[in-house]
T-cell receptor
Framework: AQSVTQLDSHVSVSEGTPVLLRCNYS??????LFWYVQHPNKGLQLLLK????ATLVKGINGFEAEFKKSETSFHLTKPSAHMSDAAEYFC??????????????WGAGTKLIIKP | NAGVTQTPKFQVLKTGQSMTLQCAQD?????MSWYRQDPGMGLRLIHY???????DQGEVPNGYNVSRSTTEDFPLRLLSAAPSQTSVYFC???????????FGPGTRLTVT
């Protein structure tokens, strides 16, 4: 069965420093992986997705993530944090092929705190 | 386009009451779904629909009903509210073959 673990419930960084949000997954098949962001009291927005093309995926707002099969990881990074990045981030996995119905498994979320 | 809209934004119910959470999308998406979000648990799928007239259960369907009479609307009914249903509810839609889901702003429900 597939599962996803976000290793930190909270991450705190200073503005202008790098961001690393960690995600590990388990999957019986070749997974598709996603990162979503949720700003306070707002809905969810797709940041980026990996669906078996390039292992380094670039997303919106300067975020990127690297799929590492040997480590079963899909960590989210950004070179320089901005105050507007403060939000909750969710790692999501699916091992169903594109076009199938909903079988997405959500991580518990990581709250990113940006210190001025 | 308004995208995915949900009403109400907030709701307080007493145990045993019933109500319907409304969800509508104007993107002509086939797939729609309902999730609940609880602290420390991420999102869990309640029910989903792959087109008008077709619905199916997700991970946590008990206590909820859905119907899909049109492409645009996908209401979620709580039959007899329980405190365990206190949560934030999100509706989402997507096109047929892409995983990119578009989420509504959410409904915060409290059951006392």
């Amino acid at each position: 069965a597939q599962s996803v673990t976000q290793l930190d419930s909270h991450v705190s960084v200073s503005e202008g420093t790098p961001v690393l949000l960690r995600c590990n997954y388990s999957s019986s098949y070749s997974p598709s992986l996603f990162w979503y962001v949720q700003h306070p009291n707002k809905g969810l927005q797709l940041l980026l997705k990996y669906t078996s093309a390039a292992t380094l995926v670039k997303g919106i707002n300067g975020f990127e993530a690297e799929f590492k099969k040997s480590e079963t990881s899909f960590h989210l990074t950004k070179p320089s944090a901005h105050m507007s990045d403060a939000a909750e981030y969710f790692c999501v996995v699916s091992d169903r092929p594109v076009g199938s119905n909903y079988q997405l498994i959500w991580g518990a979320g990581t709250k990113l705190i940006i210190k001025p | 386009n308004a995208g995915v809209t949900q009403t109400p934004k907030f709701q307080v119910l007493k145990t045993g009451q019933s109500m319907t959470l409304q969800c509508a999308q104007d993107m002509n998406h086939e797939y729609m779904s309902w999730y609940r979000q609880d602290p420390g648990m991420g999102l869990r799928l309640i029910h989903y629909s792959v087109g008008a007239g077709i619905t199916d259960q997700g991970e946590v369907p008990n206590g909820y009903n859905v119907s899909r009479s049109t492409t645009e609307d996908f209401p979620l009914r709580l039959l007899s509210a329980a405190p365990s249903q206190t949560s934030v509810y999100f509706c989402a839609s997507k096109e047929g073959v892409t995983y990119e889901q578009y989420f509504g702003p959410g409904t915060r429900l409290t059951v006392t």
